[in-house]
């Protein structure tokens, strides 16, 4: 499963289904026991609906009839009502509200693009074709087909959606838009509407993340459920640990199961304690109704302990506008969204403070303070930690200015 998203100011479009959809397939072989059996490979949080691209209102008609107001502007007055008609060109929407919400303060960030960063995203590819892409530094890997060129196979151009929240470069600009960003196409249409991906494939999507790209953050709008039947890590998780233990940032959607549905435990791999697990809010920093809710006992039952509870941290996730196929523009909801905005913040940060980059003499231990900085700065003046909101809602800002007061690790 891709992490989430819901189409909106059209209709709104989840992409990780309820546990109990029974579109939700198995990315691996059912007969091979302990793995991730229920591991959903479709995009985090998406309704099954068709998504539809915010068109642009091409003309907007004004007919003025009143020619009589003042004497002065008669002839001005008489050649409107002989035109007939005044053209407004109305640009899509925009979620902007999500980036203040998020606490992207311009003063605080000022310089900060992202530059320099490498950002690897897991999804369903990128349509490289929309204007907002044409200035990115982008490397793409395929592992459905052997195309060379950057295509997208999902379903819903899911990818691009994920893409554009961080590197869009007009209209609606990304979180980062000038980070190194590295796409690799590891989930595809099954032919029935279905992003489906086998778990493998997902391993070695993040493993050329690691090896290949040389990540300094991977963003996995995706996720498996846990499973209390599972006796032994699956290969995405291996290869998610294997990344952390490189002292690489890894951001997951905490899943969309929330509501009566709700399993009780964030998806799989944003449960890995360094993973940072990424719930979704909507507009007023309430939390998004179907963001999934985290357990702080582990399968094997050990006690969480922080920074490591789960989710971490919500962002932005509701009615999110973004690239689409086409070069459209499309709205949607979920913790695929929100993990995004996370994703963007971290590169941010690293920008700002790169000795805190992967490096050959590091080990996680950055991951684990960078981690303590984002919980004592979210947003949250009520509690330590909620099973669905996290350690509270992203400000960005407070975020990079606790990484500068923290000690060297």
């Known amino acids: 499963m891709l992490g989430g998203v819901v189409l909106t100011s059209l209709d709104s479009v989840e992409l990780l289904p309820e546990p109990d959809d029974e579109r939700i397939l198995s990315a691996i072989d059912p007969s091979v026991v302990g793995f991730q059996d229920e591991w959903r490979s479709e995009v985090t949080g998406w309704f099954p609906h068709i998504a539809k691209p915010i068109h642009r209102v091409r003309k907007k008609k004004f007919l003025l009839t009143n020619l009589v107001l003042f004497a002065i502007f008669a002839s001005l007055m008489l050649w409107v009502w002989q035109s007939g008609y005044m053209f407004v060109e109305l640009p899509p929407a925009k979620s902007e509200w999500a980036f203040e919400e998020a606490g992207f303060d311009e003063e605080v960030?000022?310089?900060?693009?992202?530059e320099g960063i490498?950002?690897?995203?897991?999804?369903?590819?990128?349509?490289?074709?929309?204007?907002?892409?044409?200035?990115?530094?982008?490397?793409?890997?395929?592992?459905?087909?052997?195309?060379?060129?950057?295509?997208?196979y999902?379903?819903?151009?899911?990818?691009?959606?994920?893409?554009?929240?961080?590197?869009?470069q007009e209209h609606q600009y990304g979180v980062s838009p000038n980070v190194d960003l590295g796409v690799v196409a590891a989930l595809s249409d099954d032919g029935t509407g279905v992003n489906t991906a086998d778990e493998?494939?997902?391993?070695?999507?993040?493993e050329w993340c690691m090896d290949s790209f040389s990540a300094d953050i991977i963003s996995l709008s995706l996720g498996g459920t846990q499973s209390e039947s599972m006796t032994r890590e699956?290969?995405?998780?291996?290869?998610?640990?294997?990344?952390?233990?490189?002292?690489i940032f890894v951001v997951a959607a905490a899943g969309n199961d929330g509501g009566n549905g709700?399993?009780?435990?964030?998806?799989?791999?944003?449960?890995?304690?360094?993973?940072?697990?990424?719930?979704a809010s909507s507009q007023g920093g309430e939390v998004w109704e179907n963001s999934s809710k985290g357990s702080q006992v582990t399968i094997s039952g050990e006690q969480r302990v922080h920074p490591n509870l789960k989710p971490e941290i919500i962002a932005p996730g509701v009615r999110i506008v973004s690239t689409g196929s086409d070069g459209q523009w499309y709205s949607s909801s979920g913790t695929s969204d929100s993990t995004v905005?996370?994703?963007?913040?971290?590169?941010?940060?690293?920008?700002?403070?790169?000795?805190?980059?992967?490096?050959?003499?590091?080990?996680?231990?950055?991951?684990?303070?960078v981690k303590q900085a984002l919980r004592i700065s979210a947003s949250n003046s009520i509690i330590d930690h909620d099973d669905l909101l996290g350690y509270g809602n992203l400000d960005a800002s407070a975020w990079l200015e606790q990484v500068r007061t923290m000690p060297n690790c």
């Open 109 to 114: 960030f000022d310089g900060l693009t992202g």
């Open 118 to 152: 490498r950002v690897c995203i897991v999804d369903t590819g990128i349509d490289i074709s929309h204007p907002s892409f044409k200035n990115t530094n982008l490397v793409f890997k395929d592992m459905i087909s052997n195309s060379n060129s950057p295509v997208d």
């Open 154 to 168: 999902g379903a819903i151009a899911h990818g691009t959606l994920m893409a554009g929240i961080l590197v869009s």
């Open 200 to 206: 493998q494939k997902i391993s070695d999507a993040i």
């Open 234 to 247: 699956g290969p995405s998780v291996s290869s998610v640990r294997k990344a952390l233990d490189r002292g």
């Open 262 to 279: 709700d399993d009780g435990r964030v998806s799989v791999p944003s449960n890995v304690p360094l993973v940072i697990s990424v719930g």
């Open 341 to 369: 905005f996370v994703t963007g913040a971290l590169a941010l940060i690293l920008q700002d403070q790169p000795q805190l980059r992967p490096s050959a003499t590091l080990d996680n231990s950055c991951i684990g303070e």
